[in-house]
Nanobody, 126 residues
């Protein structure tokens, strides 16, 4: 069964850190461009960070640049999102998604239409 499973979300105070994981099963991530996206109720889903399948190049939304770090471990079939310096406005459901593509896909939701995870809630609050 093909699926992506996110984990690592939770409640954290402003300034804190979380590491999200996205584990793939039923397929290998090697040739997939990967992305993390987030959504707040009433707003459109937005791209947060994406990583290439070929050379490890990355893209970050301006709102998270310098605070978030996306990485991948193809041997573990897992993609990570390290989130530091969290702010209340980072509160959202975070999703990972894939697109079979050699390189780095543009980091918006419609560009990653192969597989999506179920999402993990991140809440930043004191």
């Amino acid at each position: 069964q093909v699926q992506l499973v996110e984990s690592g979300g939770g409640l954290v105070q402003p300034g804190g850190s979380l590491r999200l994981s996205c584990a793939a099963s039923g397929f290998t991530l090697d040739y997939y461009s990967m992305g993390w996206f987030r959504q707040v109720p009433g707003k459109e889903r937005e791209g947060v960070a994406c990583i290439s399948s070929s050379d490890g190049s990355t893209y970050y939304a301006d709102s998270v640049k310098g605070r978030f770090d996306i990485s991948r471990d193809n041997a573990r079939n897992t993609v990570y999102l390290q989130m530091d310096g969290l702010k209340p406005e980072d509160t959202a459901v975070y999703y990972c998604a894939t697109k079979y593509y050699y390189g780095l896909r543009p980091c918006y939701p419609a560009s990653y239409d192969d597989y999506w995870g179920q999402g993990t809630q991140v809440t930043v609050s004191s």
